[in-house]
């Protein structure tokens, strides 16, 4: 495809989106997406699915070529594998319009997640509080003194004490750590919060300094006892602005680390980073670099701030594990892929029956996606063709350009024409032959006389050494052979 060089242009660079989600579980998909000289132009991105309500989100371009990642977010309704086709535009404009087709597989499941809390307070409340949703099965454990253990949900043991049992963690979907401060995790507990990360586990850290060292993100304890300010921030695409303390300024994170918020002073442009993620093994981390995360709504509030914001990290902590199973859609639209832990097998589509225990939507791709690149792209994955889309003939022949030329040496090799290959030939013709000579005198005499009686029971000639043929020829036969020997031999 060739694109106008003076028009806008959208393309969808990346599509992150979970696999399977529990039944009554919204599902956040993040669109990364490229605007190329769309400066002051509103750019949509819609999610419609065959069994969610549709969603979208608008943005205004700013700036000739920009890339931002948008986050929709799909609750499916029904369980069963479902497609949702994620579209990019700007109005108006031909060529500025991009789609992609994904999966999503919605299964009636429960998701186990865990609150450990160094000691009751509102953080650990509104943690297991926004953590309960559809589908999802929240415990607590909450140490009183040093002693008493408050539980929700199972039976109550310490919380360090079950961080530290190899099997306590075994199970649970996502993990959320409440005011442990430095120094209060050991060294079994904190390796036993690495394993867990590791192997696929999502963490939430709040106001936990000491966890968050464990997974390599160090922070200071933050001071509570200034008096509380105005501030505003961003977590994501949501804008926030709430009474409450600003991120401690000493951080130091790995450097493949992301800041998914920041927050300061209101007024202020410089704002400090307010969660901070990274990858750890298999799964993911999330800190909140600033206490009291739970003022985003105050109970007596009664808002909703806080539940949407703590949605959005969840979606991101459980996005790898979600990614690792499930249903996916091939890029030639031709099959389902059914990704498992003991590997992938292939489904044809249309589906005849369930798969993986689940019905699929029944959909005609080309028509539920409205835009043609996308049909173009899977058109050329099923033809096994490359799809260039290019800014116009110059791009596309600096693309051609480079090319890596054809092989210079022919594809057929003249063996008498050359001395080295005529050489080597013969050579190993001469290295037969006086192995010929030498190994194959031991068995020679034995082949001829077997040869010669075989000859003369049946009256007929054999491919011997001659003796069988002069034996049975005739006289003359003989005459005329020991005329030509000396002949032959001079």
């Known amino acids: 495809l060739l694109f106008d060089e003076m028009r806008p242009r959208v393309d969808i660079l990346s599509v992150e989106a979970p696999g399977e989600v529990a039944l009554g579980q919204t599902a956040e998909i993040w669109v990364t997406v ?17 069994s969610a309500a549709p969603t979208s989100q608008h943005l205004q371009v700013d700036g000739a070529d920009g890339v931002r990642t948008l986050r929709l977010r799909v609750a499916p309704l029904t369980e069963g ?11 108006g404009e031909a060529q500025a319009q991009d789609g992609r087709l994904v999966t999503l597989a919605a299964r009636t499941r429960v998701a186990r997640r865990l609150v ?12 297991a509080a926004g953590l309960q949703t559809p589908g999802a099965d929240v415990q607590l454990l909450a140490q009183l003194g040093t002693q008493a253990v408050v539980a929700r949900g199972l039976a109550p043991h310490p919380p360090l004490a079950l961080l530290r049992t190899p099997e306590g963690l075994a199970g649970v979907d996502m993990l959320a750590l409440v005011g442990f401060g430095p120094g209060s995790l050991d060294a079994a507990a904190a390796s036993a919060l690495r394993h867990y990360v590791e192997s696929g586990g999502a963490l939430l850290v709040l106001d936990a300094p ?11 304890q933050a001071a509570t006892a200034a008096p509380r300010q105005p ?34 002073p209101a007024g202020e442009a410089a704002h400090l980073p307010w969660v901070v993620g990274r990858a750890v093994g298999q799964g993911r981390v999330a800190v909140v670099t600033a206490p009291d995360f739970w003022r985003l709504s105050a109970p007596a509030a009664a808002g909703t701030v806080y539940a949407a914001l703590l949605g959005h990290l969840v979606g991101w902590l459980e996005a790898p ?34 798969v993986d225990g689940l019905a699929v939507d029944a959909v005609d791709f080309p028509r539920f996606l409205r835009w043609p690149r996308a049909r173009l792209r899977a058109a050329a994955a099923a033809a096994h063709h490359p799809f260039l889309e290019m800014d116009g003939a110059q791009a596309l022949a600096s693309a051609w350009r480079r090319l890596p030329p054809p092989p210079r040496w022919p594809s057929t090799v003249h063996l008498r024409g050359s001395d080295g290959a005529f050489g080597l030939l013969a050579g190993l013709l001469a290295l037969e032959a006086l192995a010929r000579r030498l190994y194959g005198r031991g068995g020679r005499s034995g082949s001829r006389d077997t040869t010669a009686a075989s000859s003369g029971e049946t009256g007929g000639t054999t491919s011997g050494d001659g003796r069988s043929q002069r034996d049975s020829a005739t006289a003359a036969a003989r005459a005329a052979a020991s005329r030509d020997t000396p002949s032959s031999a001079a």
């Open 34 to 50: 490229r605007v190329r000289r769309g400066d002051g132009q509103r750019l949509t991105l819609s999610a419609r699915s065959t």
């Open 81 to 91: 594998i479902s497609f949702v086709a994620l579209e990019a535009a700007v109005a």
């Open 116 to 127: 450990l809390a160094a000691a009751p307070g509102w953080e650990a409340r509104a943690a």
């Open 210 to 220: 000491g966890a968050a060292t464990a997974l390599g993100v160090e922070l200071a």
């Open 231 to 264: 501030l505003s921030g961003q977590l994501g695409e949501e804008a926030v602005a709430f009474r409450g303390y600003a991120p401690v300024p000493t951080l130091r994170a790995p450097a493949l680390s992301v800041v998914l918020g920041r927050l300061g």
């Open 321 to 354: 594990r979600a990614s690792r199973s499930g249903v996916f859609l091939s890029d030639d639209w031709a099959a389902l892929r059914v990704q498992d832990g003991a590997g992938a097998h292939f489904v044809p589509l249309p589906a005849t029956g369930p």
